[in-house]
């Protein structure tokens, strides 16, 4: 009991509600009892005042609406239509991550999405798609969904078709599926064994098997190895008291080893590199993107962090399909007071060694869990249409990919001139 209460605690700490239903914006799954919970009002309560003593101290700096701080004034988008407050304002005065006051307006518009660029993909009217990802031949997607009912299972639908088929069916949460290299298996999260373990299923669907059963700890998020052989994922519950990155051989579960520090691990397509989110401090929301790679020995590269920002968060980090680019996620004053609901983040792509970005998306909405397709498509979770449910868009990145190719240090954030009246 004490270390479910404590894997409450630190789910809470991050939990925000996608399409009905609780999912940390971080990745990890929340308990719905935890928000509530003495011990996580406690904990929330004490990180509120070191946040206000932090900005009082000077540590914490403005944020402005829109505007991601990562070290250089080249990024600073330049929208028309987007008022942004600059000045000094206490963090009680703020909205949900990054929305000054009222007045603030946001451009509807996203750089990239000029000429009907984005495209929607599901049309789930209550609940709510999210974790979606393309198979390699570009032909398959899967994902998960609230739409029959509050807990999530698996689906899948041949990209182009409005079509779905529903793989799972179990009272419980089914999330995060991932395919294997060859398309023939999925991964996926689920707690229908009391907590949050690792299941191997055929892609048609059928019987999952477990793949990770520890009863002390949650284990969640699996991504595959290139040759498929192998898989990362992260786990929490064990004496660190940190989320840690786990690898397991496929074949053979009862082969692990631990490699780091970390939550959603993402190994590359084409090589021994693992892209993952790691907090500045342990603890608190402020996450940057961090990557390491499995030597030929099997040892473990030092950990390299390859963005961080000043006044936001950088989280759920996607490679794309040729290894050379990484999509993720800002959020703006992560540690807000609205814990339950993320209102407004953004994508932005950067190369794979960290040394150009650029904006995909900007508007009132949130933008969240970008992945790529086989086309060099971004899929992306988001309300974007006005509806109440979460559904999985598609765009093109090709303007930011150009902005974010390796050596690109001078980049302006994309931009679109929107009318403002």
Request: charged share 20%; glycine share 8%; proline share 6%.
């Amino acid at each position: 009991m004490k270390r479910r209460t404590t894997i409450a605690a630190f789910l809470a700490a991050t939990t925000a509600l996608i399409a009905g239903c609780s999912q940390s914006y971080n990745g990890t799954l929340g308990l719905s009892d935890s928000l509530t919970s003495p011990k996580s009002v406690r904990d929330y309560q004490s990180m509120k005042k070191e946040q206000a003593s932090r900005l009082n101290s000077g540590r914490i700096t403005q944020k402005r609406a829109g505007r991601v701080d990562f070290g250089d004034s080249t990024i600073a988008p330049t929208d028309r239509g987007i008022i942004y407050n600059t000045s000094s304002a206490g963090l009680d005065t703020l909205g949900m991550f990054g929305n000054t006051s009222p007045q603030d307006v946001y451009s509807p518009v996203s750089p990239m999405d000029a000429g009907g660029n984005a495209s929607k993909i599901t049309n789930t009217e209550e609940g709510g798609d999210f974790d979606p990802e393309i198979n390699r031949s570009g032909l398959w997607m899967v994902y998960s969904s609230t739409k029959h009912r509050q807990t999530a299972d698996i689906y899948k639908k041949q990209v182009g078709s409005s079509a779905i088929i529903q793989l799972t069916n179990d009272p419980a949460e089914d999330r995060m599926p991932t395919f294997s290299p060859d398309g023939k298996l999925i991964a996926f999260s689920s707690n229908r064994g009391g907590n949050w373990d690792i299941y191997l299923m055929d892609s048609s669907g059928g019987p999952a098997r477990q793949l990770t059963n520890t009863s002390d700890r949650d284990e969640i998020h699996p991504s595959f190895s290139p040759d498929g052989s192998q898989m990362v994922y992260c786990t929490y519950g064990g004496p660190s008291g940190q989320m840690e990155m786990v690898i397991i051989d496929v074949e053979n579960p009862a082969v692990k080893r631990f490699i780091g520090y970390g939550t959603l691990p993402v190994w590359s397509p084409n090589s021994n590199r693992i892209a993952y989110q790691r907090a500045r401090e342990r603890g608190t929301r402020w996450y940057s993107i961090w990557s390491v790679d499995i030597l030929e020995n099997g040892n473990v590269s030092s950990p390299m962090e390859l963005i961080s920002a000043a006044n936001a968060a950088a989280i759920t980090p996607n490679w794309s399909p040729d290894g050379k680019y990484i999509v993720f996620c800002t959020v703006i004053d992560p540690e807000s007071d609205d814990i339950q609901r993320m209102t407004k983040t953004d994508v932005w792509v950067m190369s794979a060694d960290g040394s150009g970005k650029a904006r995909v998306t900007s508007g009132p909405y949130a933008y969240q869990q970008p992945t790529w397709s086989a086309d060099g498509s971004i899929l992306f979770v988001s309300d974007r249409a006005g509806e109440n449910a979460k559904n999985i868009w598609s765009l093109r990145p090709d303007r930011a990919l150009r902005l974010a190719s390796p050596g690109n240090n001078n980049l302006q954030a994309p931009s679109v001139m929107v009318p403002t009246n």
